[in-house]
């Protein structure tokens, strides 16, 4: 099974002012991606507003983003949904178009039991693309402990998770109880670009990054630097990110994010509803931390 380790970008979906999805703008993000060295591209997800997507667009999306990464980096594409039955028509959408994996969140607001969790991500697998188990109880009321993961993680198929849920303990026993006895053969990455670098010294495989949309290299330099165990220099790169990882996160992602870009003169353009503009406040506190990055802003 291939192995996810590395700095992954959780794409934006840019949008134009009229609120239709900015195709061009997204070939545009996905090459700048590439051109800064990060080791693969995760459309469709949370940060690319997949819930307010329609699937003509969700289509479009996918095919630009397997043509564009060209084979050079894996393309995971988000294939989620609260109705198991949805979720497997979107992923067996990801594999035909050319996806090398399919990231499918905890189904939310229905808040399944145990065995329904195994049942959705055994439906999940059985598809015959890897798929990556989304962690991220903050957003579907529902979170998945180690000894479920590990329930979940012997299923065939099952390549990872992209752990979400802010709880460095859980994070540990996944990569003890998981990780190390799959040896190789099951990626734990951060969902929470703050905790890099901790989940890599426990012995994770790396992040799917909201700040890699504007800073794909640094984001890839502090990951690289933290699977390589150079702790000093992956210390200094995330106190430098820091002050702008948590501004990413002022309001609800990916607002900040998609302001940001647009400030730095990249596609990105309005969420949709039902995610508003960012506030005057959170804006003043996103164009300081840029500014001490040293983005410009134009």
């Not at 999805?21 to 080791?39: H, M, P, S």
């Not at 903050?138 to 479920?148: E, Q, V």
């Amino acid at each position: 099974m291939t192995s996810f380790r590395g700095a992954f970008t959780a794409l934006i979906t840019p949008m134009k002012d009229s609120g239709a999805v900015d195709y061009e703008g997204f070939r545009e993000l996905i090459k700048f991606q590439l051109a800064e060295g990060i080791d693969g591209i995760v459309p469709l997800g949370t940060t690319g507003e997949n819930p307010t997507l329609d699937e003509d667009e969700e289509d479009r999306l996918i095919e630009i983003a397997v043509k564009e990464a060209g084979g050079k980096v894996p393309v995971i594409i988000g294939a989620g949904s609260n109705d198991t039955r949805h979720m497997v028509v979107y992923t067996e959408r990801a594999r035909k178009m050319g996806a090398d994996a399919a990231l499918v969140v905890t189904p939310y607001y229905n808040k399944p039991n145990d065995e329904g969790l195994i049942r959705h991500f055994e439906a999940a697998a059985a598809v015959g693309i890897p798929v990556i188990v989304y962690n991220i109880a903050s957003r579907t009321g529902r979170n998945i402990p180690a000894p479920l993961m590990e329930q979940i993680a012997g299923i065939p198929g099952i390549a990872g998770v992209k752990e979400a849920s802010g709880d460095l303990n859980q994070m540990g026993d996944i990569i003890r109880e998981i990780a190390f006895r799959k040896a190789g053969d099951f990626s734990v990455l951060s969902g929470d670009d703050s905790l890099t670098l901790p989940l890599a010294a426990l012995g994770g495989d790396g992040v799917i990054s909201v700040i890699s949309n504007l800073v794909p290299a640094k984001v890839k330099a502090l990951t690289d630097a933290c699977l390589a165990g150079r702790f000093e220099e992956a210390r200094k790169l995330h106190y430098e990110l820091l002050p702008f990882t948590k501004a990413a996160f002022v309001e609800t992602n990916p607002i900040p994010i998609k302001q940001a870009l647009t400030w730095a003169g990249l596609p990105g353009g309005p969420a949709r509803l039902p995610l508003g503009k960012l506030s005057p406040a959170s804006g003043t506190v996103l164009r300081k931390a840029m500014t001490a990055m040293g983005i410009p802003i134009r």
